[in-house]
Structure formats: C-alpha cells, structure tokens
C-alpha cells in the first residue's frame, strides 16, 4: 500500500491527496527531476508576469533545455519537450483507472478558473487555449510553431493523468473516434448512391454518372 510521503499515513486509492495530513503525493512517479540553470536570464519573456525567463536544463535520455519562469513557475517547452519529458517520467502504464483520475482532476480542480490569453513567450503572438487530451483537466496555451506553455503545478498534474492511465483513455478515445469517422463516409457513400441510381463507379473506384458519361461519349462520336 502506498504511503504519505509526509506523515506516512497510508493513502487512500485512487487519491494522491493524504487524508490525514492534507499534503499531496506525486505517488510512484520518477518525475521530480534535478535541473541545472542553463542560463539565468533567456531572450523568452513570461507570459504573465512579463519579465524575462531563465533557461534549465534538465537530464533525460539527453538533456533538454526548458524556460522557466522564476517567478511564477510556469514553464515554457519547446515543440515536442513536453512529451519527452511526461514519456520519460511516467512509463509502464498498462491500465486505464477512471476513478482515480477524475480525483486527480476534481483535487486539482480551480472553482473560479480565470480564463486569460496569454503572449507566446518567443513571438508575442496570442497563444491558442486548448484541452490537452481525453480528461487531463489541463488546458494549456499552445504556438504550433513555438511551443506549450504550462502553468505552475500543471505539469505535475499531467504527470498523475499519464500515470493513471489517461494516456491510455486518450488513444483509445482517438481509435474510436477514427473508426467512427471511417463509418459515416462509407454511409454517406451509400446515401449518396441510394438518391443517385445512375451513379457508377469507374476502374479507379471514382464516382462517375452515366449520363454525363453517355454524353461525353456523343460529344466524340459527332
């Protein structure tokens, strides 16, 4: 059974929260990884509190630099950081628990949340608000061409959702979804020949009419 990292009272399944002490857990997770300030002061400015970030390095299969602010916390992660550094921090994960995550969520969950644009800290551009996959409870602002801009603490609470298996609800959301898509093209194809019964297909599989085929035919003849 896991226990608080605090008081060493044991936790209660499917929470991270100890309901003892009230300290949260980042339970099972090699996440909480040593940085090293790579430079102390980066060209990229903090979205909030409008100040320039500094740059850290962190050590993974090979080292990423990630900005951050000093400030606030939040982080800031190039294209394709992010997922490096969740793949790297939560691996393993072979089932998907609902219950725990929708406490992971409710636990974390803001009753005002403050809805605010914020500027990419590369191109000062107003970054797009975005749900990061199926019930992570984490919208990030996001640059396609920059980067994921997290706020403090939202990281850890990715890291939990993967954990509890919220990668896992997030593909398996997505087959369906792609195989859900597959069938309503091949029943609207088949609505489409119900109201178009001259309608054939050609040696290539496209759709012709014979009409305009019969036509086409005279055009040459005559």
């Known amino acids: 059974m896991a226990r608080c990292k605090s008081c060493s009272a044991p936790?209660?399944?499917?929470?991270?929260?100890?309901?003892?002490?009230?300290?949260?857990?980042?339970?099972?997770?090699?996440?909480?990884?040593?940085?090293?300030?790579?430079?102390?002061?980066?060209?990229?400015?903090?979205?909030?509190?409008?100040?320039?970030?500094?740059?850290?390095?962190?050590?993974?299969?090979?080292?990423?630099?990630?900005?951050?602010?000093?400030?606030?916390?939040?982080?800031?992660?190039d294209l394709g950081e992010m997922e490096a550094l969740l793949n790297h921090s939560v691996s393993h994960v072979q089932e998907i628990n609902l219950a725990h995550i929708d406490n992971i969520n409710a636990d974390r969950y803001h009753s005002k949340p403050v809805v605010k644009y914020i500027k990419c800290p590369?191109?000062?551009?107003?970054?797009?608000?975005?749900?990061?996959?199926?019930?992570?409870?984490?919208?990030?602002?996001?640059?396609?061409?920059h980067g994921i801009w997290l706020d403090s603490g939202e990281i850890?609470?990715?890291?939990?959702?993967?954990?509890?298996?919220?990668?896992?609800?997030?593909?398996?959301?997505?087959?369906?979804?792609?195989?859900?898509?597959?069938?309503?093209?091949?029943?609207?194809?088949?609505?489409?020949?119900?109201w178009h019964p001259t309608r054939q297909r050609d040696s290539f599989g496209r759709d012709t009419d014979v009409l305009d085929l019969l036509w086409s035919v005279a055009r040459r003849v005559f």
């Open 122 to 145: 590369v191109c000062q551009a107003f970054m797009r608000r975005t749900n990061f996959a199926q019930k992570s409870g984490v919208v990030v602002d996001t640059r396609r061409q």
């Open 11 to 77: 936790l209660e399944a499917n929470t991270n929260r100890c309901s003892f002490c009230g300290v949260r857990n980042d339970v099972d997770l090699h996440a909480k990884h040593d940085f090293s300030v790579h430079e102390q002061v980066s060209e990229r400015i903090c979205p909030h509190c409008e100040k320039p970030m500094q740059t850290i390095q962190i050590q993974l299969d090979k080292p990423i630099n990630i900005e951050r602010c000093s400030d606030c916390f939040g982080l800031f992660f």
């Open 156 to 194: 850890s609470h990715l890291m939990e959702w993967k954990k509890a298996g919220g990668e896992l609800l997030d593909d398996k959301v997505k087959e369906i979804e792609k195989k859900s898509i597959k069938v309503n093209v091949y029943q609207n194809r088949d609505l489409e020949d119900m």
